[in-house]
């Protein structure tokens, strides 16, 4: 098969297919798909993946292949398969969802090099390359007849190995070893013919005539208290050579697991685990939902299933939250499987997060531990995916290509014949209605361990605390409760949403918030010209001067930040001590675990954050939660406000009395009858999920209908309407009657680095040319959004509707 089918990196709806290239006469047997080469396109010379490889083209004058940059496929025929179907789903370019599965390292053009990993030679045509050099810049790598093969050979016999040269500190990560020259010099002989005076070298030497194995230079030089310059004189008389070795970048490598053993399953996770490992006995695909209470064992169980997967010899890939992906997380997986795992995410560098992605490609580990781009570990052999908390928003990428891991997983499960499982305290709506619907399997743990009660949570009526003379953004109650725990040396977490914007207007009197009479989401206060807008329909008001409810004049924006309250908070109880975490706080790296331990160590009495301290975390000396406001998160312009702030009550308050000391939770609101607030402090969620539905129903959300989101963006408001508007008009020729059409109207942030957002959202049941009628219509502006700086984002599955 002489020609190879490339997708090019030109991310257009023109180049959105297969081009086809000529294999050079040398190269062929050699390239194979899953490989990235370079190509001739125009008058550049690209980066392609080789997708296929056939005999037949249409065309007749074909270019040729310029040069191969893999040596080893970087993504498996599997994953060529699942980046088809990611773009075709996301309606994005393959280009996209091919880069989006690899490391940064793959994806920017590094330096290569070929490095040699045995003392022994080589065979015979890469040793006349190598010309007994240790290390070879790949472009001296002579491209001809064989050579690309016996270099494949080799590294798959570990001769070889393919070092990417990345340009930061990440290159520092090799050492120098040493080793002896033994072929040149015997080296007792040498030690006898040293002069008596140096001996240090003769030290050295004897060193290396005991020890066969190469030895680091910085080894050496603390074993024998010896310096770089005595060793080099030993190279320089030949008799030692150095060489640089590649050392993985182990990150967590200073902090010792403690080795952890199965614990015994309580009943109920007994009866969960049971049919999850039929599953991977029988290799067999279904989706599990494993609803469990916070602090009941669910990481138990996934530990345990991974348990069985690595018996049969198989692969797991476990996804995590990025922000719940702390030492503490990873400690739980390293402590049980230890060097069998690679951990994958953000804080990571480039550099250490390709070690990682290397460790899974070469097999050297059966376990992955990751944030949501984890789920494209290139594994061949997969026993079990794990989604844990589930519900996170995080798994949904908000970038091209817009893809939700947990669509990734079941593709990639159901090409596995393994299970899937979702795991989760609070599972997404949608998820929990495919469950009652038989389409998942439900697996539930309603006990906490021990049969540990959930902390009580008390709901505070801010409205009344204003009543009666309390101006403070705490409680009577709160601040009693922390001063409580102050005097007995017992911990606090103090949540503050601030996730998004604080955009809507609420009456402190009596808690009223301005709604949309359409949409059932809250307007949006737009300060330029006091009006309330919707950010779903057209719908829009003046600012009221007086609450429409209560007839009250504090009817204003709401919102503070997580310094305010701080400094609040020390007025008021000076004596506190006070750790703040929030992305002021945290922006350096290693900020987020130095101030988690800080306050495991009981250095402070009081953690103060926003979104990331609420999963997670598992302190003994915890045993009062307070959410200052719960409502922020209520009233955000998104349908989904209620179910976020059902889930994030509830992982907040789990965090309190997870371990011998009760726990306890206050929650101040301006709405304590909402439902979602109510009954997140009866730990009920089967009741919210019925209520909830009776919403979406109601008003036409998902899972009864899906939505698009079309946003459009460009540093001119006019032409970003017009766009949207044109977009609006085309759409509706093409949608059935059925499809409602919401838009053009104004992003609920309407204005970001000095862009212009407009939107249109579809809500619909059953469109099945939708994505054929979007990708003809954004093929329309094209031009546009190359020349003119147009931006048009289309989502087909929105969970960000900010
Ligand atoms: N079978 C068991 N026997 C004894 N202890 C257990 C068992 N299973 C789990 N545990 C312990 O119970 C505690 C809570 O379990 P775990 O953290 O796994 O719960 P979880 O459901 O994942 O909680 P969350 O959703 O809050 O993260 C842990 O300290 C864990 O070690
Ligand atoms: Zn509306
Ligand atoms: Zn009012």
Redesign the pocket.
């Known amino acids: 098969m002489n020609i190879a089918k490339v997708v090019v990196d030109v991310p257009a709806s023109q180049t959105n297919r297969l081009f086809d290239y000529l294999i050079p006469e040398y190269l062929i047997g050699t390239v194979r798909p899953g490989m990235r080469v370079v190509v001739p396109f125009g008058p550049r010379k690209i980066m392609g993946f080789v997708l296929e490889l056939t005999d037949q083209s249409d065309f007749d004058k074909l270019k040729k292949i310029s040069e191969v940059m893999d040596v080893i496929p970087v993504l498996t025929p599997e994953l060529l398969e699942l980046g088809k179907w990611i773009s075709e789903k996301t309606l994005s370019f393959y280009i996209s969802a091919y880069q989006a599965m690899l490391p940064q390292v793959l994806k920017a053009k590094y330096k290569k090099e070929l490095l040699r990993l045995t003392k022994e030679e080589l065979p015979d045509l890469l040793e006349e390359i190598f010309a007994h050099r240790d290390t070879l810049a790949y472009e001296e790598f002579v491209e001809r007849q064989g050579s690309l093969a016996a270099l494949q050979k080799a590294m798959q016999e570990g001769l070889i190995e393919v070092r990417y040269l990345v340009k930061t500190r990440e290159t520092k990560k090799t050492e120098t070893m040493i080793k002896a020259n033994r072929n040149f010099m015997d080296l007792e002989a040498a030690i006898a013919e040293l002069p008596p005076q140096a001996s240090k070298q003769k030290e050295i030497l004897s060193y290396m005539a005991d020890n066969s194995e190469p030895v680091s230079q910085k080894k050496l030089c603390s074993i024998l208290g010896t310096t770089r310059a005595t060793i080099k004189q030993l190279i320089e008389k030949g008799l030692l050579t150095e060489y640089h070795q590649e050392i993985y970048r182990n990150p967590y490598e200073d902090e010792d697991y403690e080795r952890t053993f199965p614990?015994?399953?309580?009943e109920e996770?007994a009866d969960a685990i049971a049919p999850i490992q039929e599953d991977i006995a029988a290799e067999k695909h279904d989706v599990f939902l494993l609803h469990?209470?916070?602090?009941?064992?669910?990481?138990?169980?996934y530990l345990q299933s991974i348990q069985k997967v690595i018996e049969k010899g198989k692969e797991a890939i476990v996804l995590v939250p990025e922000i719940a992906l702390t030492p503490q997380t990873v400690q739980?997986f390293k402590g049980r499987f230890g060097s069998n795992v690679a951990v994958l995410h953000s804080a990571l560098s480039a550099g250490e997060k390709f070690d990682e992605w290397r460790k899974i490609q070469r097999k050297e580990v059966q376990v992955v531990v990751g944030a949501r781009s984890a789920v494209f570990a290139p594994f061949e052999n997969l026993g079990i995916i794990i989604i844990?908390?589930e519900h996170e928003t995080s798994y949904k990428q908000e970038d091209h290509p817009r893809y939700h891991a947990r669509d990734v997983a079941i593709f990639r499960g159901d090409h596995h014949n393994c299970p899937v499982v979702l795991?989760?305290?609070t599972p997404l709506l949608e998820t929990y209605a495919r469950a009652q619907k038989g389409v998942y399997q439900l697996l539930s743990?309603t006990k906490?361990?021990?049969n540990a009660s959930m902390p009580t949570v008390d709901l505070v009526d801010m409205r009344q605390e204003l009543h009666a003379g309390n101006r403070s953004m705490f409680s009577w109650k709160l601040k009693e409760a922390i001063e409580d725990r102050l005097a007995k040396k017992e911990q606090t977490v103090l949540f503050l949403n601030r996730r998004g914007y604080s955009t809507f207007v609420m009456c402190r009197d009596c808690g009223h918030v301005v709604e949309c009479p359409h949409c059932d989401i809250a307007l949006t206060y737009h300060r330029n010209n006091e009006r309330l807008k919707c950010h779903y329909c057209s719908h829009e008001e003046p600012m009221p001067v007086q609450c429409p409810s209560c007839q009250s004049e504090t009817i204003r924006y709401f919102g503070t930040g997580t310094q305010k309250v701080e400094e609040s908070l020390t007025k008021l109880i000076p004596n506190a001590r006070i750790i703040r975490m929030d992305v002021d706080t945290t922006r350096k790296k290693g900020a987020h675990e130095k101030l988690l331990n800080q306050f495991g160590n009981g250095e402070a009495d009081i953690l103060l954050g926003t979104q990331m301290i609420a999963?997670?975390l598992?302190f003994p000396n915890v045993t009062l939660v307070g959410v200052l406001a719960a409502d922020s998160l209520l009233h955000l312009p998104d349908f989904r406000a209620a179910e976020k702030t059902f889930q994030l009550l509830t992982?907040v308050s789990?965090r309190a009395g997870?371990?011998t000391l009760p726990g306890e939770v206050v929650v101040q609101t301006y709405t304590p009858e909402h439902y979602s607030v109510e009954l997140a402090s009866q730990y009920d969620y089967p009741s919210f999920y019925r209520k909830e539905m009776e919403m979406r129903r109601a008003f036409h959300y998902p899972p009864y209908f899906f939505l698009t989101l079309i946003t459009v963006s460009h540093q001119n408001q006019v032409k970003a309407i017009e766009v949207t508007k044109k977009i609006t008009l085309l759409l509706n020729n093409e949608l059935s009657p059925q499809a409602s059409l919401l838009g053009p109207t104004p992003s609920p942030l309407t204005r970001i680095k000095d862009r212009y957002r407009y939107q249109c959202m579809i809500k619909y049941r059953n469109e099945p040319g939708l994505s054929k009628s979007i990708r003809k219509i954004l093929a329309m502006f094209e031009e546009e959004i190359r020349q003119n700086d147009l931006l048009i984002n289309v989502d087909m599955q929105p969970y960000q509707l900010m």
Not at 292 to 301: A, F, I, L, P, Q
């Open positions: 614990l015994e399953l309580t996770q469990g209470v916070t602090g009941s064992g669910k990481t138990e169980v739980r844990d908390e795991g989760s305290a743990l906490r361990m021990n999963k997670g598992d992982q789990g997870r371990h």
